[in-house]
């Protein structure tokens, strides 16, 4: 019973006598924090205390959990996002577009309020992306367009472009007209048409 006092009382001990660095690759390194400055952290292995000074770039470190609890997360600078975000637009810009990223909608010269309240909603119902009112909360941007055809008809289009205004795609044409079933209103018919015929089966 007295053996079994002790270990549990020498947890606590172990578990707070070191700084814990996690980088941003997930690797966890059990260290003590020598010296943070402007660009570098430099820490000893808490495995050998005696042993090599270790220096790390700031900009590999996701945190920091400190031995007395504190957290230190290290955020990435606007050069480092855009830096990440222009490889993106090289090497894989599909993945600007995935579902759950932040889209920030803007009309067309065509297009009225009406058209656009329309389109988001429609695109909100479908739930695939999440809508943003400001451009800098954005991962890209739709620009929505609409002509008036003849009578009531209604044309839509949607031309998706990263942040950059890098073209991505260009929609189809999806026109409705103003009838009974849609109750009289063709731009909110086209919208519909558009999401759920070109977005809905196209992204997925």
Do not use: H
Request: charged share 30%; net charge positive.
């Amino acid at each position: 019973m007295k053996k079994f006092l002790i270990y549990f009382s020498f947890i606590p001990f172990i578990s707070f006598s070191q700084d814990i660095i996690i980088k941003k690759d997930g690797l966890e390194i059990e260290s003590k924090i020598i010296e943070i400055n402007n660009s570098e952290i430099k820490f000893k292995k808490i495995s050998n205390l005696e042993g090599p000074l270790f220096v790390l770039d700031k900009t590999e470190i996701s945190q920091i959990k400190y031995k007395n609890g504190e957290i230190d997360i290290f955020q990435k600078t606007n050069d480092e996002v855009n830096k990440e975000y222009i490889e993106r637009e090289k090497n894989n810009i599909s993945s600007i577009f995935i579902k759950g990223n932040k889209v920030y909608i803007e009309k067309a010269e065509d297009a009225n309020e009406d058209a656009l309240g329309y389109f988001k909603s429609s695109l909100e119902n479908w739930g695939y992306w999440s809508i943003v009112e400001n451009k800098s909360d954005a991962d890209f941007i739709i620009i929505f367009s609409l002509k008036k055809k003849i009578m009531a008809d209604r044309q839509v289009k949607a031309t998706l472009k990263t942040l950059n205004n890098k073209l991505y795609l260009e929609t189809k044409s999806y026109t409705a007209s103003a009838t009974a079933f849609n109750g009289y209103n063709g731009s909110r018919a086209a919208t519909n048409k558009l999401v759920e015929k070109y977005f809905a089966k196209k992204f997925r």
